[in-house]
């Protein structure tokens, strides 16, 4: 189980070589919000690998989850509100970011929290996601303008944001609570998800090649 456990972190680690291998070769042809995304997929390994450095030297490596949720947070409601289009998500959405980035350095300075998971500000960062995962799900309903949604790039983006996030939401809620138990299925089930994840991301920015918007 050890073992298995082990095998699955490394890969997920290693599993965001792919979507950052595709946005590298295609970034020219990349559309602005899909552009966007490569450069939050390339942030996220340059602090996994800064992460891991810490890790190995027996530093604390979490006040890295408390910048990666502000800057995940930030580019991924940017680019649904982009796609969204609405002046009223705009509003709600740019209102929401400067709430959330204000609470998320604030809450953890007040609290002494840095070296610890940032459990509520995720929680709160993936129920925002989620959010805008539904709104831009019934826009593509209503509006009814992509006829092959398994090759719109965003309609695959979107649909793995809403597994990961949905699948990871709670146990991030109570990630405190389960770093100070031996109980190893909350990570399992977050590496089968960053893994699929990440694969659609790498899905999402290969087929974006084919879109100019």
């Not at 709670?170 to 190893?184: G, H, K, M, R």
Request: proline share 2%; with cysteine; hydrophobic share 55%.
């Amino acid at each position: 189980m050890k073992l298995l456990l082990l095998a699955l972190h490394y890969t997920s680690l290693c599993s965001v070589l792919l979507p950052a291998t595709i946005t590298t070769v295609s970034f020219r042809v990349l559309p602005k919000t899909l552009k966007l995304l490569g450069v939050f997929i390339f942030f996220t390994l340059g602090l996994e690998a800064i992460s891991i450095v810490f890790s190995k030297c027996d530093i604390n490596n979490l006040i890295f989850f408390h910048v990666h949720t502000i800057v995940e947070t930030l580019f991924l409601i940017h680019i649904f509100m982009t796609l969204i289009g609405n002046k009223w998500v705009y509003r709600f959405g740019y209102i929401f970011l400067i709430g959330f980035v204000s609470f998320a350095i604030i809450h953890p300075w007040i609290n002494n929290s840095f070296q610890e998971f940032n459990s509520l500000e995720r929680g709160i960062s993936g129920l925002a996601i989620l959010i805008f995962c539904v709104i831009f799900f019934g826009k593509l309903i209503i509006r009814l303008e992509i006829e092959r949604l398994m090759d719109y790039p965003y309609f695959l983006m979107a649909s793995g944001l809403l597994f990961y996030f949905s699948g990871t939401l709670f146990s991030f809620l109570y990630a405190n609570e389960y770093l100070n138990t031996t109980d190893q299925t909350n990570w399992l089930i977050h590496s089968l998800l960053n893994i699929l994840l990440n694969l659609i991301f790498a899905i999402t920015l290969w087929k974006g090649r084919k879109w100019t918007s």
